[in-house]
Nanobody
Framework: QVQLVESGGGLVQSGASLRLPCPASGDTFSSWYIIGWFRQAPGKEREFVATISRGGGATSYANSVQGRFTISRDNAKNTVYLQMNSLKPEDTAVYYC???????????????????WGQGNQVTVSS
């Protein structure tokens, strides 16, 4: 299995940028996994943000972050990144990275298809 540990969150002002790294560790290679980012705001369900294929050649984004967020991965470093630009107060949430061990999917935006989750990292955007 794989362990995921998010970092890089914090408090920023509206319009700022943040990059969230998600390094993977464990007894297998992170390039075997589809990686996704999800977020959960207070009182709301956890929602899809972005996902990336094993090789990094395919990505998908939620409409709410399209054009502002970029997901990428460096398999040599076993790390996936979420670059967040032009942050808005409505982006405030706990951000989670997750790994999907499917051998058939290219990527996934469905929460229940992910097998491993990080502990979450708070991002707060002030207006």
């Amino acid at each position: 299995q794989v362990q995921l540990v998010e970092s890089g969150g914090g408090l920023v002002q509206s319009g700022a940028s943040l990059r969230l790294p998600c390094p993977a560790s464990g007894d297998t290679f992170s390039s075997w996994y589809i990686i996704g980012w999800f977020r959960q705001a207070p009182g709301k369900e956890r929602e899809f943000v972005a996902t990336i294929s094993r090789g990094g050649g395919a990505t998908s984004y939620a409409n709410s972050v399209q054009g502002r967020f970029t997901i990428s991965r460096d398999n040599a470093k076993n790390t996936v990144y979420l670059q967040m630009n032009s942050l808005k107060p409505e982006d405030t949430a706990v951000y989670y990275c997750a790994a999907d061990r499917s051998a058939t999917r290219v990527y996934s935006d469905l929460r229940n298809e992910y097998d491993y989750w990080g502990q979450g990292n708070q991002v707060t955007v002030s207006s």
